[in-house]
Structures are given as C-alpha cells and as structure tokens.
C-alpha cells in the first residue's frame, strides 16, 4: 500500500492507495498531522510514501514519516513522465508538477487544462504530446476574502457564500459577487481562450474550493477532489521501476 501526502498552504492531505485505487482519504492541519500518521498506520499496511510539499511541516514531522515509511520527498530532479517546458522549472511549485502528472498519466494525448482552487487557484496546461508549458496563478477564495478585509478599512471578513446575482446591492452582496463571480469569470474566460488554442480540451477542476465553484460553471468540466494525490501516486509507482 502506498500513502500519499500533499502539504498544501493551507491544509494537508492524506490519501492511502491500494492498487492505484485510493481507499482512504484524510484532511487534516499541521497540528493534526502527526496524530493523522499514526491513525493511518495502525490501520494500514503502508510500505511506500510520497510526499509533496509546497509549505514546510511542523520540526520533526517529516523525521515521524522517515521513521515509518520508506519516502520519496517529491523535489524538482523526481523522475517524472511528461516533459517540462516550464521557463524556470527549479522554481515550479511542486504540487503542480503533481498535478500535471496525474493529467499525463490519466488523459495521455490530450490536451488537458488543471484548474486547482486551492489556497491560490493554479491553471497547468499539457497539450497532447505530453509537453507542459504552465499556465497561471491567482489567490483562492479565502485568500480574496481575507485581502479585502485585511487591506481596507472598510470591508468585514465574510464567510465564503454563492452570491444570489452578478450585481450586489449592499457591501455583503457585492463582496460576495466579486470575490465569487469574479473566480468564475475568470476560470470561464481561462478555458474559453484555451478552447480557442487548443482542439478536444479537457478540464479538471480539483482543490479544496473544487465542489463548491462546479455547480455554477457553465463550461464542461471533471471535478476531482482528489487529482493531485491520484497524480503523487503515480508518480510514486514510476519511480518504483
Ligand atoms: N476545513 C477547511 N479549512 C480550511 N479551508 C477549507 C476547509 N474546507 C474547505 N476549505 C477551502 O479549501 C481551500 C483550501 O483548499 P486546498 O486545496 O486544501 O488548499 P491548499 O492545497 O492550498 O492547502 C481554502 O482556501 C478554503 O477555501
Ligand atoms: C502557486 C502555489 C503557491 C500554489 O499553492 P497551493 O495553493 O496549492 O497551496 C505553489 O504551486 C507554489 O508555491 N508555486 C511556486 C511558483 C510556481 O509554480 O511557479
Ligand atoms: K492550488
């Protein structure tokens, strides 16, 4: 059994593999972290481990895996199956070399959009000769939310919510509308001009904010929640030969 492990800027997952299938998931903070290790370790017989890491763990954590797993720490020399195109690839963020992985083992020969709304919303392009070229980063939902508050005097920190219109009429209604619309126009606006470029696009859609941004998008998408671990163990099963 292999565990893979994405340690993302804002939340960690966790997902336990058994013959390329996940079997088990978890989500959990640095806090939690160590208590999710042991948890899945009594319960599963893990062998190999694959972590990507774009924020650091707590000290000592990466040590707790070592001590249990065997560990391939995902880093920017890790043999991977699609060819990086990426004008600085040692500054690539290592969850999009995931993700891009997933993408080239999942729909080889095609041209494929990855769209992760996470704590930033990336946008990975791979076209169907297995070249990746890159594509985009702009802040989350949170991220937006938390600037408006943080960097006016004016505008409270609202919860996430489905705005009712394009056009607010209050503070509540027009923040929400431009932090939640504005996401939307801009992953819409991204793959119509990539559709214009591109023949037969794919789009996933994966990340934290994936199920909550899918029902209100008008283009056809995959939604998978889980694209960036499916793409860690795949990578993890091709460095194994
Ligand atoms: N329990 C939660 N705690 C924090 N963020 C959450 C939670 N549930 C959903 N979210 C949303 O998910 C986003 C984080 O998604 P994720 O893909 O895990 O990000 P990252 O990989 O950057 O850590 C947050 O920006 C937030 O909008
Ligand atoms: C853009 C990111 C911060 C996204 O992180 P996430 O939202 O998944 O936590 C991460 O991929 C990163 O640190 N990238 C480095 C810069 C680059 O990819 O070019
Ligand atoms: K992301």
Redesign the pocket.
């Known amino acids: 059994m292999n565990l893979a492990i ?1 340690v ?4 960690i ?1 966790l997902g336990v593999f058994n013959d390329g299938n996940l079997t088990q998931k978890t ?1 959990c903070s640095k806090n939690d972290f160590s208590l999710a290790i042991q948890e899945i370790s009594k319960v599963f017989p893990i062998k190999n481990c694959i972590i990507s890491a774009v924020s650091n763990l707590l000290e000592g954590q990466f040590e707790e895996v070592r001590n249990q797993f065997e560990v391939l720490l995902l880093n920017h020399q890790t043999p991977v199956s699609f060819v990086n195109k990426y004008a600085t690839p040692l500054t690539l963020g290592i ?1 999009r070399i995931a993700l891009v992985s997933a993408a080239a083992d999942q729909f080889p020969q095609k041209n494929v959009l990855i769209i ?5 919303i990336t946008y990975d392009f791979i076209n169907s000769k297995n070249e990746y070229f890159g594509g985009a980063i702009s802040p ?4 937006r939310y938390k600037a408006l508050h943080t960097f006016t005097e004016k505008l409270p920190l609202l919860k ?1 919510k489905s705005p009712d219109s394009y056009l607010g009429n209050d503070t509540a209604s027009a923040i929400h509308s431009g932090v939640v619309n504005g996401i939307l126009y801009e992953i819409e606006g991204y793959i119509n001009e990539y559709k214009k470029d591109y023949d037969n696009l794919t789009v996933i859609l994966t ?3 994936a199920h909550f941004l899918r029902d209100s998008l008008k283009n056809d998408i995959f939604a998978n929640s889980n694209f960036l671990l499916e793409g860690l163990n795949h990578i993890l099963e091709y460095n194994k030969h």
């Not at 993302?8 to 939340?11: S, Y």
């Open positions: 994405d993302g800027n804002t939340l997952k989500t969850d992760d709304a996470g704590t930033c989350g939902i949170s991220l996430t990340g934290g904010d």
